[in-house]
């Protein structure tokens, strides 16, 4: 998380309840608002150019369709309390939209409104670098739903729109609540993309780790391991989300979209499985790591120790004969030099044997 934006949070933390502060990476890009109409006979698609141009119209006699508001950017207070005005959403519901930091989470308002916010993981190819996750929120009303995204780099509801002009699929023939279905499977689909990658890089540094290459491993691993904490932390809260959605007085959502979020149940359930053993497996390797670290270290520290053991006595003996006293009966052989070097290479072989036979070396 930049810096600048724990300075943000600190702003907003003594603001009045309800306030509109984005709390976010500054960016100057007008906000998109894109107008979605459609129902198993028709599609409509167009750039609201203006607020009118956002609300629903009920024409009479004509048969019901969906309307979609896929909102890209958030940054724009005004853009946001305006459309809140429109659609009559709480306040603390349009604080939480702009809020990036906001943890993934669903919740009811007593005007009709069902919230869910939750993150949109995009990865990297590069290893160096780490996933960052992008502020998703989704608003379902009754025959509407409006979707707010962080980036304008890309629409990542491109897909579902894509299945709504081609009529394909069950999207055009349900309600908002399938449409609501749609866009969380969309997300929970790049979180399996994601950790296809995460897995990837860790049987790659599993390699490393066996292989014994210690250099920059470590720091790799805890880099990974990092990654997989920041994964579970947004990926974590979908059960009991999902779980929310699907209880018989779920408000706005219909029984027969049911069985579509407990699929999406089932996946977040096996992701969750998933992240726990990256997570274990992160940790085995950490410890496999600084094990190998800590061996290699002991036996450098056995070979310096064995080397001191040998020169041990080496010194010693040169130690005595350096003394320069003047009445040494040695100093006075004439075969004295040989000696001493015959005695100092018979006792270096004598410990090499020793230590051999010891296996200490």
Same mark, same amino acid.
């Given at each position: 998380?930049?810096? $600048?934006?724990?300075?943000?949070?600190?702003?907003?933390?003594?603001?009045?309840?309800?306030?509109?502060?984005?709390?976010?990476?500054?960016?100057?890009?007008?906000?998109?608002?894109?107008?979605? /109409?459609? $129902?198993?006979?028709?599609?409509?698609?167009?750039?609201?150019?203006?607020?009118?141009?956002?609300?629903?119209?009920?024409?009479?006699?004509?048969?019901?369709?969906?309307?979609?508001?896929?909102?890209?950017?958030?940054?724009?207070? $005004?853009?946001?309390?305006?459309?809140?005005?429109?659609?009559?959403?709480?306040?603390?519901?349009? /604080?939480?939209?702009? $809020?990036?930091?906001?943890?993934?989470?669903?919740?009811?308002? /007593?005007?009709?409104?069902?919230?869910?916010?939750?993150?949109?993981?995009?990865?990297?190819?590069?290893?160096?670098?780490?996933?960052?996750?992008?502020?998703?929120?989704?608003?379902?009303?009754?025959?509407?739903?409006?979707?707010?995204?962080?980036?304008?780099?890309?629409?990542?509801?491109?897909? =579902?729109?894509?299945?709504?002009?081609?009529?394909?699929?069950?999207?055009?023939?349900?309600?908002?609540?399938?449409?609501?279905?749609?866009?969380?499977?969309?997300?929970?689909?790049?979180?399996?993309?994601?950790?296809?990658?995460?897995?990837?890089?860790?049987?790659?540094?599993?390699?490393?780790?066996?292989?014994?290459?210690?250099?920059?491993?470590?720091?790799?691993?805890?880099?990974?391991?990092?990654? =997989?904490?920041?994964?579970?932390?947004?990926?974590?809260?979908?059960?009991?989300?999902?779980?929310?959605?699907?209880?018989?007085?779920?408000?706005? =959502?219909?029984?027969?979209?049911?069985?579509?979020?407990?699929?999406?149940?089932?996946?977040?359930?096996?992701?969750?499985?998933?992240?726990?053993?990256?997570?274990?497996?992160?940790?085995?390797?950490?410890?496999?790591?600084?094990?190998?670290?800590?061996?290699?270290?002991?036996?450098?520290?056995?070979?310096?120790?064995?080397?001191?053991?040998?020169?041990?006595?080496?010194?010693?003996? =040169?130690?005595?004969?350096?003394?320069?006293?003047?009445?040494?009966?040695?100093?006075?052989?004439?075969?004295?030099?040989?000696?001493?070097?015959?005695?100092?290479?018979?006792?270096?072989?004598?410990?090499?044997?020793?230590?051999?036979?010891?296996?200490?070396?």
């Amino acid at each position: 998380m930049p810096k $600048n934006d724990h300075r943000k949070q600190r702003k907003t933390l003594l603001t009045s309840p309800g306030t509109l502060t984005y709390v976010g990476e500054q960016t100057n890009f007008k906000t998109l608002i894109k107008r979605i /109409e459609y $129902n198993e006979s028709f599609y409509q698609e167009e750039v609201a150019s203006t607020l009118e141009a956002c609300t629903i119209h009920k024409v009479e006699g004509a048969q019901p369709h969906v309307t979609w508001l896929n909102v890209t950017g958030i940054h724009e207070s $005004n853009v946001i309390e305006s459309l809140g005005r429109l659609y009559h959403l709480h306040p603390l519901l349009l /604080e939480d939209v702009m $809020n990036t930091l906001q943890k993934p989470k669903i919740e009811t308002y /007593e005007d009709g409104h069902l919230y869910v916010t939750l993150k949109m993981i995009h990865g990297h190819e590069d290893a160096q670098k780490s996933a960052w996750g992008e502020h998703i929120s989704l608003i379902l009303g009754r025959d509407y739903l409006i979707s707010f995204q962080e980036e304008h780099s890309g629409d990542i509801f491109l897909p =579902v729109i894509e299945r709504l002009k081609a009529s394909v699929g069950k999207t055009r023939r349900h309600g908002a609540d399938y449409l609501l279905y749609a866009l969380m499977d969309v997300i929970v689909d790049h979180y399996f993309i994601t950790l296809e990658r995460l897995g990837d890089q860790l049987e790659d540094m599993e390699d490393t780790v066996i292989g014994n290459k210690i250099s920059g491993s470590l720091e790799a691993l805890y880099t990974l391991k990092r990654e =997989v904490t920041f994964i579970r932390k947004y990926i974590w809260p979908l059960r009991e989300m999902v779980s929310t959605l699907i209880r018989p007085d779920a408000p706005l =959502v219909s029984k027969r979209v049911f069985p579509y979020f407990r699929d999406i149940l089932d996946h977040t359930i096996q992701l969750v499985d998933n992240l726990d053993t990256y997570r274990e497996l992160v940790a085995s390797l950490v410890e496999v790591q600084l094990s190998a670290v800590s061996n290699r270290m002991n036996s450098v520290m056995k070979t310096l120790t064995i080397f001191s053991a040998i020169f041990m006595p080496l010194t010693f003996i =040169v130690g005595v004969y350096g003394m320069n006293f003047r009445y040494m009966p040695e100093l006075e052989n004439p075969n004295g030099y040989y000696a001493t070097w015959g005695i100092m290479v018979l006792i270096t072989f004598g410990m090499i044997v020793y230590f051999r036979w010891k296996k200490w070396l």
